[in-house]
């Protein structure tokens, strides 16, 4: 296979510091152990390496072997608690870094791309530019159109990431747009979890191969794990470093020198085999004669090479990190998530008309359901009123669900790009809690305003003025803002949309037992009575009821709003359902900050 195009041909702007610095990555005596309810899982065995600048660096092994471990390590993804010991030392150019530190100088490609379907591949590299990136929005448009050519994605620059319900560019085309979402910001370093994972030899090869030039052009140090690479990646690989069972056996320059020293061990590979399938066909713990090898794999790596490397370790570079600070602002970072959030909203026009119809449909049913019930003038039943609460409740549940549900649908796979930015250091929690919520609070508010709208006269509520209809699309706007604060809340508890589409209208059940409706509330047992608190349904129930119910003229001979026993005023019950609407969403944003946790 031939080269790409000449080392040359790639450049990306130097830094606006003109900081160039190299940085080699050391490791000492890890050894990571998890420990399970009866058992403890050892899974790395005092490893100690280096990883170079300039070079690109590749962690191979077997299934299970502990490469993606090792590398979340380096990348420090991983801390020390109750259930994992992490111990010995990790070093950039022999300065010990923290997590925050780690995203001044480097960058973590994960092995799954988390994109957002809707956005472009140029949207997403000029998302990133924009928070990542310093210097004016001509200089930031500049870097995305270089990262564009260094990546070779000019033709699909203007196509959608694509998923689920877009169709979007290729697997090798996201892989590819997930490295410039990182390269975007020139880190010093960066780490990728199997990058080729899932792709033809031909894209895995320009992957790597695009690495390789990004590492020798401009000093960078590139580390990723690597499962089966074909003969032309394994060429490539600068620096490797062969992984059994938490262990390694091999570690030095790559190529021929890897099978120079298996030949000399004992291990020949064959002369037309591929070196890495050799490789691995000697290391896999699925055959019975390499456990008994691995530890003369052991003996002699201690006795041959690992003495180099620890040489390699004293030598290694030194010198100062760059400390580079997320120059961008809490508003402007905020802008920048509501521009995205919007775009995305519009995009997305097939959800936003189904929620229209939806909407519709549900009201003209209603409308027709309950068409025209008595009022106070047309001698009303108590059938009548039985009627009129039943719809009354049943609006303000229906109208918190269609809030709720999409966002209990979609917030779990967008939290996990949140997870992944946040983690990059692309924004911080609030500005996107708040760019997010922004957006989201309008089609929530504005479903449940059209459909009273359409439903009020249908059913033939209370005209006694204007500010009776108002009232209850204010009530039922806020419901559904409600609905939106509990979607999130649930979206962060659940870690699918699965799970949290199962259990969330289960969870809900006591909130309806509890609104007011299916028990008057003056017959709740004290000890369990509480709950009705929590209960949106209570509150907007007990508001709308009272908006129906009270006329300025003669009202009702039955007195609903006596029957019902609502020990709130209307407006007292307005005031709890924002308070409570409030109280989810900042719930919701306390467990997003807390769900922060490194992402693995
Ligand atoms: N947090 C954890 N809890 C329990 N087991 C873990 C944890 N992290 C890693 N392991 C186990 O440690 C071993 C190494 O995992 P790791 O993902 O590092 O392997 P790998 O070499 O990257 O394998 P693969 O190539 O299949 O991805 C596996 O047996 C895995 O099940």
Same mark, same amino acid.
């Given at each position: 296979?031939?080269?790409?195009?000449?080392?040359?041909?790639?450049?990306?702007?130097?830094?606006?510091?003109?900081?160039?610095?190299?940085?080699?990555?050391?490791?000492?005596?890890?050894?990571?152990?998890?420990?399970?309810?009866?058992?403890?899982?050892?899974?790395?065995?005092?490893?100690?390496?280096?990883?170079?600048?300039?070079?690109?660096?590749?962690?191979?092994?077997?299934?299970?072997?502990?490469?993606?471990?090792? $590398?979340?390590? =380096?990348?420090?993804?991983?801390?020390?608690?109750?259930?994992?010991?992490?111990?010995?030392?990790?070093?950039?150019?022999?300065?010990?870094?923290? %997590?925050?530190?780690?995203?001044?100088?480097?960058?973590?490609?994960?092995?799954?791309?988390?994109?957002?379907?809707?956005?472009?591949?140029?949207?997403?590299?000029?998302?990133?530019?924009?928070?990542?990136?310093?210097?004016?929005?001509? !200089?930031?448009?500049?870097? @995305?159109?270089?990262?564009?050519?260094?990546?070779?994605?000019?033709?699909?620059?203007?196509?959608?990431?694509?998923?689920?319900?877009?169709?979007?560019?290729?697997?090798?085309?996201?892989?590819?747009?997930?490295?410039?979402?990182?390269?975007?910001?020139?880190?010093?370093?960066?780490?990728?979890?199997?990058?080729?994972?899932? $792709?033809?030899?031909?894209? %895995?090869?320009?992957?790597?191969? =695009?690495?390789?030039?990004?590492?020798?052009?401009?000093?960078?140090?590139?580390?990723?794990?690597?499962?089966?690479?074909?003969?032309?990646?394994?060429?490539?690989?600068?620096? @490797?470093?062969?992984?059994?069972?938490?262990?390694?056996?091999?570690?030095?320059?790559?190529?021929?020198?890897?099978?120079?020293?298996?030949?000399?061990?004992?291990?020949?590979?064959?002369?037309?085999?591929?070196?890495?399938?050799?490789?691995?066909?000697?290391?896999?713990?699925?055959?019975?004669?390499?456990?008994?090898?691995?530890?003369?794999?052991?003996?002699?790596?201690?006795?041959?090479?690992?003495?180099?490397?620890?040489?390699?370790?004293?030598?290694?570079?030194?010198?100062?990190?760059? %400390?580079?600070?997320?120059?961008?602002?809490?508003?402007? !970072?905020?802008?920048?998530?509501?521009?995205?959030?919007?775009?995305?909203?519009? /995009?997305?026009?097939?959800?936003?008309?189904?929620?229209?119809?939806?909407?519709?449909?549900?009201?003209?049913?209603?409308?027709?359901?309950?068409?025209?019930?008595?009022?106070?003038?047309?001698?009303?039943?108590?059938?009548?009123?039985?009627?009129?609460?039943? #719809?009354?409740?049943?609006?303000?549940?229906?109208?918190?669900?269609?809030? $709720?549900?999409?966002?209990?649908?979609?917030?779990?796979?967008?939290?996990?790009?949140?997870? /992944?930015?946040?983690?990059?250091?692309?924004?911080?929690?609030?500005?996107?809690?708040?760019?997010?919520?922004? @957006?989201?609070?309008?089609?929530?508010?504005? #479903?449940?305003?059209?459909?009273?709208?359409?439903?009020?006269?249908?059913?033939?509520?209370?005209?006694?003025?204007?500010?009776?209809?108002?009232?209850?699309?204010?009530?039922?706007?806020?419901?559904?803002?409600?609905?939106?604060?509990?979607?999130?809340?649930?979206?962060?508890?659940?870690?699918?949309?699965?799970?949290?589409?199962?259990?969330?209208?289960?969870?809900?059940?006591?909130?309806?037992?509890?609104?007011?409706?299916?028990?008057?509330?003056?017959?709740?047992?004290?000890?369990?009575?509480?709950?009705?608190?929590?209960?949106?349904?209570?509150?907007? #129930?007990?508001?709308?009821? !009272?908006?129906?119910?009270?006329?300025?003229?003669?009202?009702?001979?039955?007195?609903?709003?006596?029957?019902?026993?609502?020990?709130?005023?209307?407006?007292?019950?307005?005031?709890?359902?924002?308070?409570?609407?409030?109280?989810?969403?900042?719930?919701? #944003?306390?467990?997003?900050?807390? =769900?922060?946790?490194?992402?693995?």
């Amino acid at each position: 296979m031939s080269d790409q195009g000449s080392p040359n041909s790639i450049k990306i702007s130097p830094k606006q510091t003109g900081e160039c610095e190299k940085i080699d990555i050391v490791f000492k005596d890890i050894d990571y152990t998890v420990i399970k309810k009866k058992n403890q899982q050892h899974i790395l065995r005092g490893v100690s390496g280096i990883c170079k600048n300039s070079q690109v660096n590749a962690i191979l092994g077997s299934s299970g072997a502990g490469k993606t471990t090792l $590398l979340n390590i =380096l990348c420090q993804r991983v801390q020390n608690s109750s259930t994992q010991v992490l111990k010995g030392d990790i070093l950039a150019n022999n300065i010990a870094y923290s %997590a925050d530190q780690f995203t001044q100088f480097a960058s973590y490609v994960m092995q799954d791309d988390i994109l957002l379907e809707a956005l472009t591949v140029k949207e997403c590299f000029q998302f990133a530019a924009n928070l990542k990136t310093t210097g004016t929005a001509e !200089q930031k448009s500049k870097k @995305v159109e270089e990262i564009t050519k260094m990546l070779k994605l000019e033709k699909c620059q203007n196509t959608f990431i694509g998923g689920n319900f877009v169709k979007g560019i290729s697997g090798g085309e996201k892989k590819r747009t997930s490295i410039g979402y990182e390269l975007i910001s020139n880190p010093q370093c960066i780490f990728l979890d199997e990058p080729t994972s899932g $792709l033809d030899s031909f894209t %895995a090869y320009c992957i790597i191969d =695009l690495l390789r030039r990004y590492a020798h052009n401009q000093n960078k140090t590139v580390v990723f794990t690597i499962h089966q690479p074909s003969s032309d990646i394994w060429n490539m690989l600068d620096h @490797v470093m062969l992984m059994v069972e938490g262990q390694f056996i091999y570690q030095g320059p790559g190529g021929m020198n890897v099978v120079n020293y298996f030949s000399s061990i004992g291990f020949k590979c064959p002369i037309h085999s591929n070196p890495a399938d050799y490789l691995m066909s000697i290391m896999s713990n699925g055959n019975e004669i390499n456990q008994k090898n691995y530890s003369l794999y052991y003996q002699e790596y201690s006795n041959n090479l690992k003495p180099v490397i620890m040489r390699e370790i004293q030598q290694s570079q030194q010198g100062n990190l760059p %400390a580079k600070q997320l120059g961008t602002s809490y508003f402007y !970072q905020i802008a920048q998530i509501t521009l995205r959030q919007t775009k995305i909203l519009k /995009r997305n026009p097939i959800l936003f008309i189904a929620r229209l119809i939806q909407s519709i449909l549900i009201s003209l049913l209603m409308g027709a359901i309950y068409w025209q019930i008595p009022g106070p003038l047309d001698n009303p039943t108590q059938r009548n009123i039985n009627d009129k609460n039943g #719809f009354m409740f049943f609006w303000v549940y229906g109208n918190f669900m269609m809030a $709720l549900l999409p966002c209990v649908l979609t917030f779990p796979q967008e939290k996990q790009t949140y997870l /992944r930015e946040e983690n990059s250091k692309l924004y911080s929690v609030g500005p996107y809690f708040i760019g997010k919520y922004i @957006v989201d609070i309008l089609p929530s508010a504005f #479903f449940p305003a059209l459909s009273s709208i359409i439903v009020y006269w249908m059913i033939g509520l209370n005209t006694d003025n204007p500010g009776k209809v108002l009232f209850l699309i204010f009530v039922c706007a806020i419901q559904g803002i409600t609905g939106l604060g509990l979607g999130y809340l649930c979206g962060c508890i659940f870690q699918n949309a699965q799970v949290s589409i199962a259990v969330t209208p289960m969870l809900l059940i006591p909130f309806m037992l509890f609104g007011g409706y299916y028990k008057n509330q003056g017959d709740y047992a004290s000890w369990i009575g509480w709950i009705q608190y929590l209960s949106p349904f209570k509150y907007s #129930f007990s508001a709308v009821a !009272q908006n129906e119910y009270s006329y300025e003229g003669q009202g009702y001979p039955q007195n609903p709003i006596h029957q019902l026993n609502f020990d709130l005023s209307m407006w007292e019950s307005v005031g709890c359902l924002i308070v409570l609407s409030f109280a989810y969403t900042i719930v919701a #944003f306390v467990l997003l900050s807390l =769900l922060k946790q490194k992402v693995q």
